[in-house]
């Protein structure tokens, strides 16, 4: 919703984003490296981190040139510090946590070079995913779990242990990926609990209030109910800001007004004062207090992870608002679902009030028209075109005959 001027999408900034990397060969960088170094090459600074970090001693020793080079061709960055990695090893004893973000499998690590992504994201931690502030670290602890991190990406990625949700989305196999790595999601990290935040690429999104798990279909998809994640990885927004929760809804406390406002996805409830979303203009009358995504513009995606319960073709309705129509598509497990699917608008000239526009609701029957396969799959929605909608829910039924 956008109820005034300063609220309009056409004042959002768009993000600056980085340089891609090659992600999903930092999966098999390793294996890569040690298969085309000389057979007479000395052990690499991975090998002589790993014997400094289990006790054992460890002298310095130049990498080889050849593996250097390969290195960089991979995309997969400079090497550990052994001794500063051997430090990160024993702070991550008295590091205390439960359930969260894992650093190792997000692109926090993947794309951070000398610390200048882990150490801002330790500090402060990540509260919308249960990852507390650990503001007490001084710069040199920071920077010695930095090195850690990176280093139990090298031992673990000759393993191929380790992927980033990109490497996913490229993988021709995303979703038996995805299923070996839901496997490993109790791997012990070091001797404390630090390793145990995480970033679950994919994880089906949940709360105090919503513990469903994936999202069955047939059935509704709930669209505020998107992966957990962040930015890259379960979503893309033009900014960081939440201009809903937190933002239009005051944190007051409430779960309605503070649903995910530390996520940059717009997030809002349907309000029945004032005759914002229950007014006489709605083409259809939608639940109160229901969760909605809006602010959006051309260029956003999210996703959601669904469980197919039986395999075949099925219609999908979507309850939605639209100031002037767009277009949008569908994908499942990184690929192309649908083509463009055309949003019609819910504008109405009557209406007096020209911010509430973007608060008549009405529900595409037939929206599309999908084959999908048995099965937990993520699903997601690509906003093509236009922007200035609003999207609470598909209803996913199975098509008969």
Not at 123 to 148: H, N, V, Y
Not at 250 to 274: C, I, W
Not at 288 to 306: D, R, S
Request: charge should be positive; charged fraction near 25%.
């Amino acid at each position: 919703m956008w109820p005034s001027e300063r609220d309009h999408p056409s004042r959002k900034k768009p993000r600056r984003l980085g340089n891609e990397v090659v992600p999903a060969l930092r999966t098999v960088g390793l294996a890569a490296v040690v298969f085309l170094a000389p057979s007479g090459a000395a052990p690499s600074r991975a090998q002589q981190a790993a014997r400094t970090t289990s006790g054992q001693d460890a002298s310095p020793v130049q990498e080889d040139s050849r593996a250097i080079r390969t290195r960089e061709f991979l995309g997969l960055g400079r090497m550990p510090d052994a001794k500063m990695a051997a430090e990160g090893s024993k702070i991550f004893g008295p590091a205390r946590g439960g359930t969260g973000p894992d650093l190792l499998r997000s692109a926090v690590v993947l794309d951070d070079n000398q610390g200048e992504l882990i150490e801002p994201t330790v500090r402060d931690g990540r509260p919308s995913q249960g990852m507390p502030a650990f503001a007490a670290f001084t710069d040199e602890k920071l920077r010695d779990i930095a090195e850690f991190l990176h280093l139990q990406v090298e031992m673990s990625a000759n393993r191929g242990t380790y992927a980033s949700e990109r490497s996913y989305r490229r993988c021709q196999s995303r979703r038996s990926l995805f299923q070996r790595r839901g496997k490993m999601q109790n791997l012990p990290l070091g001797d404390g609990r630090l390793g145990a935040y995480r970033v679950k690429d994919g994880e089906p999104f949940h709360d105090s209030v919503y513990k469903g798990g994936p999202q069955h279909i047939p059935g509704r998809v709930m669209c505020a109910y998107y992966d957990l994640g962040g930015e890259g990885v379960a979503y893309h927004d033009a900014d960081a800001k939440n201009n809903g929760s937190g933002g239009l809804n005051p944190a007051d406390g409430t779960y309605l007004n503070q649903f995910r406002m530390d996520e940059g996805v717009d997030t809002s409830y349907t309000k029945f004062h004032d005759a914002i979303d229950n007014n006489p203009y709605n083409l259809v009358q939608p639940p109160e207090n229901l969760l909605y995504i809006g602010w959006v513009v051309a260029g956003e995606w999210f996703n959601m992870t669904v469980d197919v319960q039986r395999a075949g073709v099925y219609t999908a309705d979507l309850l939605y608002t639209s100031s002037g129509g767009g277009d949008i598509s569908f994908d499942v497990n990184g690929k192309k679902l649908t083509g463009r699917v055309t949003v019609l608008p819910t504008y109405n000239a009557s209406d007096p009030i020209a911010w509430r526009q973007m608060h008549h609701w009405g529900l595409m029957k037939n929206l599309v028209k999908v084959k999908l396969k048995k099965g937990v799959q993520v699903l997601t929605l690509r906003v093509l075109t236009n922007g200035h909608m609003n999207f609470a829910y598909l209803d996913f039924t199975p098509k008969s005959g």
